[in-house]
Every structure is written in C-alpha cells, then in structure tokens.
C-alpha cells in the first residue's frame, strides 16, 4: 500500500499520487501514460484521471505497480472492478497478466490462452485476484520462463497450477533446479505447431524467446522497443552474459517473422511484418555500434 506521508512533491495534485518507494520500473507510465510520466528519476501523477478510461487505466497501473507505490487520497469503490479486468486483452488471445513482481523488477508477465491449454509467460505476483481470474480461464498448462531474472512466484504457480515450468538449463540455479522442461541445446524447441522456443544467448546464457504463430513474439530482457531510442532495441548496460553473442543472436531472430515484441522490461511494439524486420535490421545497427 502506498503511503500518504511518502508523496512525492512532483506528483500534481489531486487523488492519484506515486509515493517515494517507486523502483521507476516505467510500469505504469506505459500502462496509463495519459496520467504518469518520469519525474526526477521516479513516476509522478502529471495528469489526474478526468474520464472514466483515463481513471480505469490508472487503476490497473496502480494494482500492477510491483512496490505499490501507487496510492489514491479517496479509497478506490471501483478496484474490484479494476481487478476484475485482468489479466487485460492485448490482441487476438494474448493477454497482459499486471501485478508484476519487485523480485523481477518489475517485469511484465504475459497470459496465451488456448483450448489444448493455456500458457504463462513468465512471473506475475503471486496474488488472489490474478490467480482467481486465471483459474476462471483454465488455469495454467506451462509456465514458460523467459530467463532467470523473470522467474518470481514461479514456485508458487507451479504448485497451485500444476503447470509444467519450462526453462533454459544454462538459466537453472538452486530455486529453480525443479523446473519440469529444461532445454538443453540452441537449437529452436517446437513446443507445438504454434509455438516455437528460440534460444538468444546473450543478456543471460540461457535467455529464450518465445513465438506463438509467428505472429506474437515474447522476448523477455532480449530485445524491446526503446521510449529514449524510438526504435527497437537491446540494453547494453543490463547484458549480464555476452554482448556479442547478443548481436549474433539479434542476427538469428532477425530471420524470423513477427509483428509484436512483447518483453519483459522495456516497451511493446506492434507492426506489420515489414516493418518488424526493418526494425530488426536497425536494432542490429544500433548493437553493433555500442
Ligand atoms: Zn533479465
């Protein structure tokens, strides 16, 4: 819960506000950025919600918020409701789970929803609301982890769910050595006809990306859009592995065929296909030359 006293002065005033505890993991400013934006390294209220969408998308942002950092002067009638609209629709059956988690940092967790089962990517928060809406939706077939930062209450899932983790082994460590999948090689894993594993060494040895239909791609802390950037992107100041094996695995996924990035940390892109691979060939530019 946020606190009152812990306002930051740079929020506007009004009811919403960000409190001194935010992480400035850019949730929110995505999420609702008609009402936060980045103030002196931190999120600040700049615009207080005056419709009733403005107001229900800071509501999710506050209850994605990882810190709950985000608070309200008035307490909020309407968060049962706002709860109730997660995980929220992104496109097609894909959806945004929220309530991300402070033990990723904050990473955005995804929902893929499907008859022969339904597929997580990576960790939200473990929390009552989100559990129980992913159950009204079938609950849970795999867990499918990204990489090791994004793994979170992947225990406390796997347990309540059933559902079978799958991981790189490169990324395996003592919490998650009892990750059901491991893979084992670089070469791409056909979970299904649909959707394909692909290894992108680089931010981390075993980072993988995920590709549902050749359509939707889901990147974990590989590749994003870059807001200071505006254009495609790694981060070379958070590749904890080897940068040059990113860019040969940036070089891999560019003969791939998409149009959504959806990552972990940074912000989504969505394009058409000619587009995405431009993008592609421009984010490489850019890897080369850092
Ligand atoms: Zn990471």
Redesign the pocket.
């Known amino acids: 819960m946020a606190h009152l006293d812990m306002r930051r002065p740079q929020n506007t005033n009004g009811d919403f506000y960000v409190d001194t505890t935010c992480i400035d993991c850019d949730t929110c400013r995505w999420m609702s950025s008609e009402v936060f934006s980045r103030v002196d390294e931190q999120s600040a209220v700049y615009h207080q919600p005056t419709n009733e969408a403005e107001r229900l998308a800071a509501l999710q942002a506050l209850l994605a918020c990882p810190t709950s950092s985000i608070g309200t002067v008035e307490k909020p009638k309407d968060i049962k409701h706002a709860q109730q609209t997660f995980p929220i629709l992104v496109e097609e059956n894909i959806y945004h789970c929220g309530y991300h988690s402070e033990k990723?940092?904050g990473?955005a967790s995804y929902f893929i929803q499907l008859p022969a089962g339904n597929i997580l990517v990576d960790s939200p928060r473990f929390t009552p609301p989100l559990v129980k809406r992913l159950e009204e939706m079938g609950g849970i077939h795999y867990m499918y982890l990204?990489?090791?930062?994004?793994v979170a209450d992947h225990e406390k899932f796997a347990q309540h769910f059933q559902c079978d983790r799958i991981l790189h082994a490169d990324d395996i460590s003592g919490n998650t050595r009892n990750v059901e999948i491991q893979l084992t090689n670089l070469d791409p894993f056909v979970l299904t006809s649909d959707l394909l594993i692909i290894p992108v060494p680089g931010?981390?040895k075993g980072?993988t990306v995920l590709l549902y239909k050749n359509k939707f791609l889901f990147t974990?802390?590989h590749l994003a859009w870059s807001e200071s950037r505006h254009q495609l992107a790694a981060f070379r100041g958070?590749c904890?592995y080897s940068w040059s094996e990113q860019i040969k695995s940036m070089r891999n996924l560019a003969n791939y065929s998409f149009e959504w990035v959806l990552p972990?940390?940074g912000r989504r892109f969505h394009a058409d296909v000619d587009t995405m691979s431009q993008q592609m060939h421009k984010c490489i530019e850019l890897m080369e030359s850092l």
Not at 146 to 150: K, S
């Open positions: 990723s940092y990473a990204t990489h090791q930062d994004d931010h981390t980072h974990g802390d958070y904890w972990g940390h």
